[in-house]
């Protein structure tokens, strides 16, 4: 194979290991998220019946109500997040079983408990068994959510716990593609070494070859000027006698 396509081949290697590895992060974060707005759920529970209580104790009807409003309003905003987040049945199930009891919550205070105690402000027969029947719907709202709340953690545990698996891996694999990219590079070099050091030795030659032919050449020079001379040397002496 090409060094070039060895090259390229180790790269995707590379990009897919790391790609890996921040999906991994991704999904990690995102549980984590999740686990986060399904505690602002579970922690509704008590926020609502903070709200039951001030009008059995200080009957300030007006303040109630707007109090009220906001925290019924939160709940119903965390429960469409709660909503979008759950991906399986049991989960759905469970935020609707949350739902409910809110809703069962939230008529009971508006319908029945409210203008009970704005007819007579004080803690009767009758809103004592409206506030038990609250208590028993924010309970097990409350216990719902907590549910739904465990199995996010525990997702969000096991997604770390993957992220931690996969990393340790993928610093493996990035060893071993370093190493293996070493050796593709001491290899390419070693050829290209190879290849120049032939290249050398054939100029070389072709030099030596080239010397050597301007050497004979330059012998056969010197000898014919040799012959040339000793030629013109016995024709003067011969012209003389």
Excluded at 75 to 93: C, N, P, V, W, Y
Excluded at 178 to 206: C, H, P, Q, Y
Aim: proline content about 2%; aromatic content about 4%; overall charge negative.
């Amino acid at each position: 194979m090409p060094l070039t396509c060895q090259i390229y081949h180790l790269d995707r290697m590379v990009i897919g290991v790391s790609e890996g590895v921040v999906t991994l992060q991704d999904i990690g974060a995102e549980r984590a998220a999740n686990a986060e707005r399904v505690s602002e759920l579970s922690g509704m529970g008590p926020k609502l019946y903070v709200v039951v209580a001030d009008a059995e104790i200080k009957f300030s009807f007006a303040a109630v109500e707007k109090e009220w409003a906001a925290v019924r309003d939160e709940t119903r905003g965390d429960l469409q997040a709660a909503l979008k987040i759950a991906d399986t049945e049991a989960e759905r199930g469970q935020v609707a079983v949350i739902q409910t009891s809110f809703e069962n919550v939230a008529k009971i205070f508006e319908s029945q408990m409210l203008p009970a105690l704005k007819v007579k402000a004080q803690m009767t027969p009758e809103v004592q068994r409206l506030d038990d029947a609250i208590d028993t719907e924010i309970e097990h709202m409350q216990a719902t959510a907590d549910g739904m709340l465990a199995t996010l953690v525990a997702e969000a545990k096991r997604g770390d716990e993957d992220f931690d698996r996969t990393s340790q891996t993928s610093r493996s694999w990035l060893l071993v593609i370093s190493l293996v990219g070493l050796v593709v590079i001491l290899a390419a070099a070693k050829l290209m070494a190879r290849d120049i050091s032939r290249a050398m030795r054939t100029a070389v030659a072709d030099l030596k070859t080239g010397a050597q032919q301007v050497a004979a050449a330059s012998s056969q020079v010197a000898g014919s000027a040799q012959q040339l001379s000793r030629g013109s040397t016995d024709q003067a002496a011969s012209d003389r006698k």
